[in-house]
């Protein structure tokens, strides 16, 4: 079963501008339990993306299209807006990318916390409670959970940290708030967006450990939305990388790294540092994303791409199936790799 | 001789200089206003407001032209309390007879002027004490700002009715006394925007290089925040209009000169409302709502040219009623991989507005009920424009 | 740390107070040599110079007007700090304290009403116009108040009263100064201080209505962009519990200082609506005193009207820090 399965995604936004074409049409299949890397320079649409397989996008302005979305085998294409209540949160959920701006300045931690298992976590609380005063039982048993929540993702006095307001904890602590908040229910699927990147390297490292030792440990899916490679390499199974709204290359993790086969995906290798590094200096993509609503005609890639060629300017190359299951969208993949060796 | 004509030609090169100095500066102001027109004429609201402004001056300055009779001129007075006729368009006042019409043409003189002049003097003063308090900081600012704190708690229009009872009525008692009162908000406003420059880069630059402080304050802060300045004048002299309404409605303005809001107050205490006159009432009254909607018209487009966030959302209407259905299937179609992409083509008409540029860089998109097309393809209000086009 | 800054806080309001104080008081007496001369009685034929002096003084003791300026500011301070605003020169020489009570239940009954009802009605208004942004209701607030911020409050009380009150008579256009007199808290007493009161009130809320309505709409707008809106979505919750629990209760911080500012100005704003329908209010009572140069009740009403402003000024930063918790006191806004 898998845990989530989207076919041909297609987000625009019409603006005052101009349509904004976000996203082109992509598939994304993640299996039980394993961990998807979405990998793209910002303003490529993987945050868009994650936020229209949550069915958070709002339409209008945004129009979404989609063939096949589907959370463990349930077809969620077709909820309204309230069935989706009963989903998020539960069944998914979502860790953000700034901590700071998405808790609710005015309120306490714990209470935040608290309104998940009041949203969702209504009929097991009354299995286990006696019938009489209820409402004063689903409370004190949310806050019990929270503070259960809290400990798991390693805060210390959790009971302290309740009442705490978002501005008076630590950054590395705000985010691992949010990583509680995400596992809260047990879901069956998290979308991680950004996770790390508003942290410092340190502490981005703490945050990945605790992520990644509860997606294991709760059995949970994981689609990690990143524009950092290194992050990747030790969270994920799988990795997509994304340009201009599309998917351009599709692999494992030890694939993509020990062969990169799209230019793009050599570019974004290139500019990581390692250890066993030899080169003397980076390797850069030249030139710039281009605007969502100036993309340049065949293949978006073209403009920054050392390997063009004229059918690259002309005709966009398909998303071509290899075996084992990697994806490439590149006229010239082969005759790059005859050419490196 | 020779060193005299010398120190002649020296004296005679310095005073150039000196002009072309003030020249330049004269022309920049002049080119600020003018940039400033044009912003705003390509604003909707903001062209309303010139558009109003422009004829309310032109009935302030031509008036005597304008105007069938002289309101000032006692010989120029009919029959009190006409009715509206072709001799006298609006009537004319139950007390002294004059024209209604001509009044409400020298009205525009005495509200128009009370309001710039003093819009004017408080630009100056609360820029001024606003800047100093901003950047000088320290006891300059706990001064200034304790100042602002003390106005601010002393009622106005009570304080300002004193003034006036002991300073008497004439214009200038009334520009001062509502300058003196007026200008804490736009310090307040002014003051933490500097405080926000003043920890720019560019200034710390400026500073590090040896830029004394007044050249970074008439180079950097000041034009940092002319917009924001402009915008608050506009704003403060239409509440310096209305101020002025109310102060002569309560006959505390100046007795001699004629204005709207002693036009009303005399309306109500004659009676215009027994004898049914509501002409007397209602057209003063609209010259007040013209000449305080142009001016906030100005300054709430400033605003809105300022900060782009700000943005209603109501123009976006206009432009999705293009976007009709076969186009955006076009687009849709266009994202499979089989068929051909060309360039560029999915750019409307308005796409190289800085505006557009600007919502996208902001990421602002704001709703519309033109396009309701849902996450499963689902079409409700797209079919009415697909009918009408 | 805390308490510290309320002494501190307290300390700068009551300073505040004293300067407040010291302008209401030299003031209204700019170029005014003798404040009392007009209340001197001709000098008579037979009356020496020295004898007319006597009765001058006798007269400036009477109206506390005795010494230089500054003896009377002293003596002034020294009455306030015993709660004292002095004597009236009306007739009857009333105390200045019994006419600010008299007169003060009449403009709250305004000004209380309009707030309350501008306050209600513009929250509810604003969320639906946020709620349906883009829509009529929106637009049509949006139009509402680029008239209704135009539209001076005596220009719409004048044509209330012209239109309600004379053409169709369904409200009285002056106030019936017999609801004064005869006032004994009985049922039709308190009905017809409502009918009285309805066209003032109508005509300050109207404005007031559309400004918190339109404070509200943007408030509750940009609080909803934010993301923490998104987190409370993705966590499931229902629309209400967003909009009830997260949206609204940000939005509402705004509204907060917005309120605390009309508070402040309760007492003095509804001077030239009280004049319009001859109320017998604190604006009324300020009109008579400045006509007759009464100057302790003059600067007794200003006196006890920044007092009233500074108190609300003080109470609304202790509520908003309660509210917010990000605003700790102390720190400089």
């Known amino acids: 079963m898998k845990a989530l399965e989207v076919k041909n995604l297609k987000v625009v936004f019409p603006t005052e501008a101009g349509i904004v074409r976000a996203v082109e049409g992509i598939d994304i299949e993640i299996e039980q339990g394993q961990c998807a890397a979405i990998v793209g320079e910002s303003g490529c649409g993987k945050s868009v993306t994650s936020l229209a397989v949550m069915k958070l996008l709002s339409t209008p302005p945004a129009i979404v299209r989609v063939d096949k979305l589907e959370l463990g085998g349930v077809d969620i294409k077709n909820l309204n807006d309230k069935q989706m209540q009963k989903v998020r949160g539960k069944d998914i959920s979502m860790v953000f990318q700034d901590a700071l701006t998405a808790l609710n300045p005015v309120m306490p931690i714990g209470k935040q916390i608290d309104e998940i298992f009041l949203a969702h976590g209504k009929l097991n609380f009354q299995a286990k409670e006696g019938e009489e005063n209820k409402r004063i039982n689903l409370k004190k048993e949310a806050k019990k959970r929270t503070i259960e929540a809290l400990k798991l993702v390693g805060i210390s006095d959790a009971e302290l940290r309740y009442r705490a307001y978002p501005h008076q904890l630590s950054g590395g602590m705000r985010q691992r708030v949010l990583i509680a908040m995400a596992f809260a229910c047990n879901p069956n699927l998290i979308i991680a967006d950004e996770p790390t990147t508003a942290l410092d390297v340190t502490i981005q490292a703490q945050v990945l450990d605790i992520l990644k030792e509860l997606q294991i440990k709760q059995k949970t899916s994981l689609m990690l939305i990143t524009h950092d490679l290194s992050i990747v390499m030790s969270m994920a199974d799988e990795i997509y990388v994304m340009y201009c709204g599309k998917i351009v290359e599709r692999a494992k993790t030890r694939d993509l790294f020990v062969q990169p086969l799209h230019p793009y995906t050599m570019g974004l290798l290139g500019s990581i540092a390692r250890l066993d590094d030899e080169r003397g200096r980076f390797v850069q993509i030249p030139l710039s994303l281009p605007s969502p609503m100036r993309k340049p005609s065949g293949c978006y890639f073209h403009p920054r791409c050392s390997f063009a060629t004229e059918k690259c300017k002309e005709d966009m190359p398909p998303l071509e199936k290899l075996d084992d299951g990697r994806c490439i969208r590149c006229w010239n993949y082969r005759e790059i790799q005859n050419a490196k060796k | 001789m020779k060193t005299i004509q010398g120190q002649d030609q020296e004296f005679a090169t310095k005073i150039l200089s000196v002009l072309k100095k003030i020249g330049i500066t004269c022309l920049r102001i002049l080119e600020g206003i003018w940039s400033f027109i044009k912003k705003l004429w390509k604003h909707k609201q903001g062209r309303v407001g010139l558009i109003i402004v422009a004829l309310l001056v032109f009935c302030a300055v031509f008036a005597p032209i304008i105007a069938p009779y002289n309101p000032y001129d006692v010989t120029q007075r009919a029959e009190k309390g006409l009715s509206p006729s072709w001799d006298h368009l609006l009537g004319t006042s139950i007390t002294t007879g004059q024209d209604i019409f001509s009044m409400l043409i020298y009205g525009a003189r005495s509200s128009l002027s009370i309001g710039l002049i003093t819009g004017l003097v408080i630009a100056v003063l609360g820029s001024l004490l606003g800047i100093a308090a901003g950047y000088i900081g320290g006891w300059v600012d706990t001064i200034i700002m304790r100042i602002v704190d003390i106005l601010l708690v002393i009622p106005t229009l009570p304080l300002v009715i004193v003034m006036t009872n002991v300073l008497g009525t004439s214009y200038a008692v009334i520009v001062l006394v509502f300058a003196a009162f007026g200008w804490t908000g736009l310090a307040r406003v002014i003051r933490s925007q500097v405080m926000l420059i003043k920890n720019a880069n560019y200034v710390k630059a400026a500073e590090l290089i040896g830029a004394s402080k007044w050249y970074i304050m008439w180079r950097h802060i000041l034009p940092a925040v002319s917009n924001l300045l402009i915008m608050s004048t506009a704003l403060t002299s239409a509440g310096i209009m209305v101020a002025e309404a109310g102060l002569s409605f309560l006959g505390l303005g100046n007795p001699e000169a004629v204005s709207w809001g002693k036009m009303l107050a005399d309306a109500q205490s004659s009676g215009a409302m027994l004898f049914g006159h509501w002409w007397s009432i209602l057209a003063p009254g609209i010259g007040i709502f013209l000449a305080v909607f142009s001016f906030m018209r100005i300054g709430l487009a400033m605003e809105e040219i300022l900060n782009p966030r700000m943005r209603k959302g109501s123009s976006m209407v206009k432009v999705f009623k293009h976007l009709n259905n076969k186009y955006l299937e076009e687009v849709f179609a266009s994202m499979d991989d089989g068929s051909k992409l060309k360039g560029e083509y999915a750019t409307c008409s308005i796409n190289e507005t800085p505006e557009g540029r600007e919502m996208l860089a902001c990421g602002e998109y704001a709703p519309s009920e033109e396009v309701a097309v849902t996450a499963n393809g689902e079409e409700s209000k797209r079919k009415e424009d697909d009918e009408s086009a | ?333």
Request: aromatic share 12%; with cysteine.
């Open chain 3, 1 to 333: 740390m805390k308490t510290s800054y309320v002494i501190k806080r307290i300390l700068l309001t009551i300073f505040i107070f004293f300067i407040v104080v010291t302008l209401c008081f030299f003031i209204p007496r700019i170029g005014v040599t003798d404040p009392a001369s007009r209340y001197y009685p001709a000098q008579s034929a037979g009356m020496t110079d020295e004898v007319y002096e006597e009765i001058k003084e006798d007269i400036r003791i009477q109206y506390g007007l005795n010494g230089t300026t500054f003896e009377q500011y002293v003596r002034y301070l020294k009455q306030l700090f015993k709660g004292d605003l002095g004597i009236s020169y009306q007739s009857g020489n009333p105390k200045v304290i019994d006419c600010i009570a008299e007169c003060l239940p009449w403009t709250l009954v305004l000004s209380v009403t309009n707030l309350l009802i501008s306050l209600i009605l513009g929250i509810i208004i604003g969320t639906m116009a946020a709620w349906k942004r883009g829509r009529w209701q929106d637009k049509a607030l949006l139009n509402a108040s680029t008239v209704t911020t135009a539209l001076p409050s005596f220009f719409i009380a004048l044509l209330l009263s012209f239109y309600l009150g004379f053409e169709l008579e369904l409200f009285p256009a002056y106030t019936d100064q017999n609801m004064v007199t005869g006032f004994d808290w009985s049922w039709q007493a308190i009905s017809t201080v409502m009918y009285n009161a309805a066209l003032p009130i109508f005509s300050m809320a109207i404005g007031g209505i559309v400004s918190y309505g339109q404070s509200t709409r943007n408030s509750v707008i940009a609080v909803s962009g934010d993301e923490f809106i998104l987190t409370a979505k993705a966590k499931g919750l229902s629309n209400n519990r967003v909009i009830y629990g997260h949206t609204l209760r940000n939005a509402m911080l705004p509204i907060v200082t917005q309120f605390g500012m009309n508070i402040s100005g309760l007492i003095g704003g509804a001077v030239v609506i009280e004049k319009i329908f001859n109320w017998n209010g604190m604006g009324t009572l300020f009109l008579t005193a400045n006509s007759n140069n009464d100057y302790p009740l003059m600067m007794g009403i200003m006196i006890f009207m920044s007092a009233f402003a500074l108190v609300a000024n003080l109470l609304t930063d202790f509520v908003y820090s309660l509210l917010d918790p990000r605003v700790t006191l102390g720190e400089k806004r």
